[in-house]
């Protein structure tokens, strides 16, 4: 069920994907995430956090420095780098070697994130809302996870093939600008520019996702996300257990890495799910 994919890394070994999911820790350095706005924008209290999320069992620290709630203000290149710069650098002093990634539309902002200790760029507008993205992970050696965020649907959209479509489009950039193919991984986007049924839609119908790109890894994110709040008419921090589900029906269903702010308890849920599919991981 689980196509296996190994995802090189400059600096640090590689990811090995597959049967056994890996946990992606959202570190938000932003004052108006959705969720978690404010809660780490020192890099005294970022570096707790990420610390924490270690201990729960995250493979990957993914570090965003814009919101990209509905509403949220666009911030300037500068003020980006400002705030997530710092958090890297100082992860990298204390130590901490987990691989990184960096959740920017700006091309300029993961060229220095990456100078500064970043391994990964996670571009929400899949690699088209600027094409020198490509190719500044080409330059470095950094692998993209390219998300689709498509503004143009419209709740009659039929998703998957759509997706499927605009994906590709993802992928040619990708091409184009010399990125392997080992350095690719997508993201179905959920929550971006979707209504309601065509998100879970998709989180039913990822199968036919995996099987379009079968030689491609897959992130899935729903964390908290309004998607979960709509259907169980709860706030954002009332949606752990919505976000279990996804993230364990994702997993079900072929993704390999889950982007979320509870690592702890989507962690523990994802190695029973491993288990029951796959048998219990050795000690």
Known sequence: MHTRHTIPLRHRPPLVLGQRALVMGILNVTPDSFSDGGAHVSVADAVTHARQMLGEGA??????????????????????????????????????????SIDTMKPLVADQA???????????????????MAEIAQLHGAPVIAMHWDRSWSPETDPIP???????????????????ENQLILDPGLGFAKALIQNYSILRQLPDLTRAYPNLPWVVGASRKSMIGKLLDVPAAERLYGTIATTVQAYERGAHIFRVHDVGANRDALRVAEATLYGPAEP
């Open 59 to 100: 493979a990957i620290i993914d570090i965003g420095g814009e919101s990209t709630r509905p509403g949220a203000e666009p911030v300037g290149v500068q003020e980006e780098l400002d705030r997530v710069i710092p958090v890297i650098e100082a992860l990298r002093a204390e130590g901490i070697d987990a691989p990184i």
């Open 162 to 180: 759509a997706m499927i479509e605009w994906l590709a489009r993802s992928e040619a950039i990708a091409r184009a600008a010399g990125l392997p």
């Open 114 to 132: 990456i100078e500064a200790g970043a391994d990964i760029v996670n571009d929400v507008t899949g690699l088209q809302g600027a094409p020198q």
